[in-house]
């Protein structure tokens, strides 16, 4: 274990200088498209929350009709930027709506992991408790998501009264109560999976180990979160990671509550302009950029947190 | 220490102890004492109950009848994270916190059970680790170490909780032959010191040289039980005889 430690570090040292410079270019590059993507985002939430401080909100920062006149004018790759335009037309509509998106995905898996943690805790080491986790479980993984938001949002009105019932819903910043109820649906139904990727983690972790704690003197509970858990969630890592890029695509189920998240938006702009297509494909590659974001994210936190011995996705 | 009467308690008074696993018996009415600074060596067949008995002191194992008594107390009577705060436990396959530094194996306890600052912890984690000679070495994880490196953490990470007592279980059997002697030589020198010590050993040159009582286990019944001398050149029993016989041609090296 010792030398198969040291070995990776002394290749990634050597590495960086000689035989993979083009990895420092590639890793420099994703942190750069990562910047611009971002930072574009960013930009065009503040113009429009604030009503529009660059430009009218909802408006292009740079106006597509710029590329319609090249497009016009060139004959060959014409094409390209008359497609560039109609992204730049539409692209502000759909950045609006991933916001919405962002917000179900980031609250969701948080609030899902606070769950899963003693889900799966009480599952390996509970007596009655473990039997309650594995019935949540396997409840919420054995019916269809979709399903799970109906029920949540058709199957109990008082929920969605109740939010909307809420000072400030609707207004402002604060979204509207399909939105709520959408988190609560991810959220549960998130927990559930996450609870798994977890369990499978905390099993990996040799059980001698809590035996040493307790012989110290301390009590289980106490073993489990100081020792148990800090090596379990490093070696659940990636499996969460792989559950965090479900739940962004996911999300887009919300459109089916009424949630005007991106999928839906670009439906809707794709019913009154008829290029349904087009529009898919721009949601697609806003999608796309917030799953390779999130995978370069926690691959960073992986690597920052890794021990000797101990990097997410060993120990299984 | 001299002013001892018979009649104080013993450390340690194990008395009767009964231990079965579904249907079978694992411990069949084990009686034995420990005075302060015994060392004593429990050797035994595979299955005949080592680690199960050393497990029953520390109530990581509850028995179905008799006694164990600390210091006087019944352990039943005691908390048993307070009761494990007392006793350390070594273990065969040394069982350090994978994600914590040799220094943070010890000041866990002694943040969370003992409730010492982060300094006093540190100072006393350091303290620990030089005893077993491994100042140097604080800051590396356990995949970083050697096999007797980390035993001997795992030793330093027992010790700094103070026990009154502390149990071996196989402590070198996980360890590649030159790798023994460095752990030996630390509970060599904590026996010197003065340290209780229950240990599960099959090295026989330890057992001859420190040990004041060898107790010989099997099928749960202690078979043979008193000084090295006695065990060795005059036992009472054949199989005794047999069994270190057969331990001595295997283990008898001295590694420390
Ligand atoms: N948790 C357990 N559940 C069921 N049976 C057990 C358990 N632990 C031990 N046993 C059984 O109890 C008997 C004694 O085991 P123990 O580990 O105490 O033996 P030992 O003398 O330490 O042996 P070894 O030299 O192999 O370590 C064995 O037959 C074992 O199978
Ligand atoms: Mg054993």
Same mark, same amino acid.
Do not use: Q, Y
């Given at each position: 274990m010792a030398e198969r430690a040291a070995g990776t570090d002394a290749d990634s040292a050597s590495g960086s200088r000689a035989r993979f410079g083009d990895r420092d270019v590639g890793t420099l590059a994703t942190y750069l498209a990562g910047a611009l993507f971002w930072g574009w985002i960013f930009l065009r939430w503040l113009n429009d929350w604030s009503g529009g401080v660059f430009v009218p909100a909802r408006q292009a920062f740079v106006p597509p009709s710029l590329f319609r006149g090249v497009a016009a004018g060139v004959p060959v790759v014409g094409g390209a930027f008359e497609a560039l335009a109609f992204a730049f037309e539409y692209a502000p509509a759909l950045v609006n709506a991933l916001w919405l998106t962002v917000v179900l995905t980031v609250v969701s898996i948080a609030l899902g992991f606070v769950i899963a943690v003693p889900l799966a805790a009480s599952r390996v080491y509970g007596r009655v408790s473990a039997w309650v986790s594995v019935a949540y479980i396997e409840l919420l993984r054995g019916t269809p998501l979709l399903a799970q938001l109906f029920v949540l949002y058709y199957g109990f009105p008082w929920l969605t009264r109740f939010f909307r019932g809420l000072p400030g819903v609707g207004q402002g910043v604060l979204p509207g109560q399909a939105v709520f109820v959408a988190v609560i649906g991810f959220t549960l139904n998130s927990a559930a999976y996450q609870a798994e990727y977890i369990r499978g983690a905390i099993e990996s972790v040799a059980p001698g180990q809590l035996v040493a704690a307790r012989s110290v003197g301390l009590s289980r509970v106490e073993g489990v979160r100081f020792v148990v858990l800090p090596q379990a969630l490093r070696y659940a890592i990636p499996g969460w990671t792989n559950e965090l890029v479900y739940l962004v695509k996911y999300s887009s189920l919300a459109a089916f509550i009424t949630v005007p998240e991106l999928f839906r938006a670009a439906q809707n702009i794709a019913s009154s302009n008829y290029r349904y297509t087009s529009m898919f494909v721009l949601a697609a590659v806003l999608y796309l950029g917030v799953v390779v974001t999130a995978t370069n994210l926690m691959e960073y936190v992986g690597r920052r947190v890794a021990v000797p011995g101990i990097s997410g996705g060993e120990g299984r | 220490m001299s002013s001892e009467s018979p009649s104080d308690p013993p450390l340690l008074r194990v008395e009767d102890l009964y231990k079965r696993y579904g249907d079978e018996e694992v411990l069949n009415g084990v009686s034995f004492d420990m005075d302060a600074q015994d060392v004593q060596v429990l050797v035994g067949p595979s299955g005949s109950g080592k680690s199960t008995l050393l497990r029953c002191v520390n109530r990581l194992t509850e028995f179905e009848g008799g006694r164990i008594a600390l210091d006087g107390t019944p352990?039943?009577?005691?908390?048993e994270n307070d009761l494990r705060r007392q006793v350390g436990m070594v273990f065969q396959d040394f069982n &350090?916190?994978? =994600? &914590?530094?040799a220094k943070r194996n010890v000041m866990l306890g002694l943040r969370?059970?003992?409730? =010492?600052?982060k300094e006093e912890a540190e100072a006393r984690a350091l303290e620990e680790l030089e005893q077993v000679g491994l100042g140097d070495q604080a800051d590396s994880y356990p995949a970083e170490l050697s096999g007797g490196q980390q035993q001997r953490v795992g030793i330093a990470r027992a010790l700094a909780m103070d026990p009154k007592l502390m149990l071996f279980d196989e402590p070198t059997s996980a360890l590649d032959p030159e790798l023994i002697g460095e752990v030996l030589g630390v509970m060599r020198d904590l026996a010197d010191q003065g340290m209780t010590m229950l240990c599960v050993t099959h090295e026989m040159g330890f057992a001859r040289q420190v040990a004041t009582d060898i107790m010989f286990l099997e099928g749960g019944h202690l078979v043979e039980h008193g000084p090295p001398e006695q065990l060795f050149e005059?036992?009472? =029993?054949e199989r005794t005889a047999q069994f270190l016989d057969r331990l001595t041609s295997l283990h008898g090296g001295d590694h420390g």
């Open positions: - | 352990t039943d009577e005691m908390d &350090l916190f994978a =994600h &914590l530094t969370r059970v003992r409730g =010492h600052s005059n036992p009472r =029993h």
